[in-house]
């Protein structure tokens, strides 16, 4: 019998857990064999299943979550408008602002929740702010009483943007009970996924009516146009696959949720590696654990500390490499670069989060990152 002289193959974490079980699978088929790709019976269930989740009254299904952006906004913004934004967060929030021909106003970020800061909003309102659309960015919802407060006492409206927060709450309740519309993103990689697809969860029959003909054409009676819309409908097959996920979306949110708490336990005893903050009185769901490097604790850059992470079996991700405000697509409307941003940028990296995550997965990474700090040390 041959013998390999090769070294065993080093086991990769995943970083990410997408499969469909047999359930998720029977449930897209019987759609395609029902004829009715529609938006129809499993899109109408989803919308009322997860706003149910989420204390939200109303849900509507859309075709992505930036779509659900660009719905919330059509339906709360007017071309104008200035809009307080994040500077640290995915390019939807604040693309889609701009789409709705409103200028951006970019906040800085808490340096340890890394949620837009609202003491730095507070200062860039303007005469002409109608909103503040924050981002609950990882899956930590943002300090939502601030926000609340702000919006009181300046007399402006709110959009969260949770596509990255299926399942987070704030003192106990859903995120669909706070703000004026509540936008998901139901991506192939989010906690909870249909592939492509999304919703807006609204509290207010008046604005449903306004997104739900916005989706639709401004369709109010059959070949009726009362606005401009779009199209922006989901359809059932892909409803059906999050409705067949979202049966296990509690557990695996429960599981983000220990794997959060293990992986702070190990940051704890690693000088340099900062865990996330969390945010007073919310409970995340952990779409991502992002660390903050302290560089001067090491010899080398954030990238550099990856590589050697990936060498070792840990892929990572960086999100985000940039802030918002040194995206090209923002030269012109971002007025200046908000430090704390500036500087996660340099030093925040990702690892591995899902359900799927083993205890030999976590021993994998204790062993990768005492190994590499340690190779690593300043
Ligand atoms: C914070 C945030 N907002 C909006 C979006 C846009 O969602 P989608 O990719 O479904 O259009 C994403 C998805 O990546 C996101 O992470």
Request: a negative charge.
């Amino acid at each position: 019998m041959a013998h390999s002289t090769a070294a065993p193959a080093r086991q990769t974490v995943p970083f990410m857990s997408l499969a469909l079980t047999q359930d998720d699978i029977d449930a897209a088929v019987a759609v395609l064999h029902s004829g009715m790709l529609r938006a129809g019976s499993r899109c109408a269930e989803l919308e009322k299943r997860f706003a149910g989740m989420t204390d939200a009254k109303i849900g509507l299904t859309c075709a992505n979550g930036t779509c659900a952006l660009q719905l919330a906004y059509g339906a709360l913004l007017k071309p104008g408008d200035d809009v307080l934004v994040p500077a640290w967060s995915y390019i939807a929030t604040v693309s889609m602002v701009v789409a709705a021909g409103c200028r951006p106003i970019f906040v800085d970020a808490d340096p340890d929740t890394m949620q837009i800061d609202v003491a730095d909003a507070e200062k860039r309102i303007t005469a002409k702010t109608t909103a503040i659309a924050a981002t609950h960015l990882y899956g930590m919802p943002v300090d939502i009483d601030a926000v609340q407060s702000l919006a009181r006492r300046k007399g402006i409206r709110v959009i969260y943007d949770a596509a990255q927060a299926h399942l987070a709450t704030y003192r106990a309740k859903g995120l669909g009970a706070y703000g004026d519309a509540v936008t998901y993103s139901f991506y192939a990689t989010k906690n909870l996924a249909t592939g492509e697809g999304g919703m807006v969860t609204v509290n207010d029959e008046a604005m449903a009516r306004t997104i739900g003909a916005l989706r639709s054409h401004g369709e109010t009676d059959k070949y009726l146009h009362e606005s401009i819309g779009f199209n922006y409908r989901l359809n059932d097959i892909a409803a059906a696959i999050g409705l067949s996920r979202l049966d296990r979306l509690e557990a695996q949110t429960a599981q983000r949720r220990r794997n959060a708490d293990r992986y702070d336990a190990m940051l704890g005893e690693i000088d340099g590696l900062l865990p996330p903050g969390r945010t007073e009185g919310a409970e995340g769901v952990w779409h991502l654990y992002t660390v903050r490097m302290d560089l001067s604790k090491f010899s080398c850059t954030r990238d550099e500390f990856c590589k050697a992470l990936m060498a070792e079996g840990v892929p990572t991700a960086t999100h985000y490499p940039r802030p918002l405000t040194r995206q090209p697509a923002f030269k012109g409307v971002a007025t200046d670069h908000p430090p704390v941003a500036e500087d996660l940028a340099t030093r925040v990296f990702c690892l591995p989060m899902h359900h799927d995550l083993s205890d030999e997965h976590f021993e994998i990474i204790e062993r990768a990152l005492a190994k590499v700090a340690g190779e690593k040390r300043a």
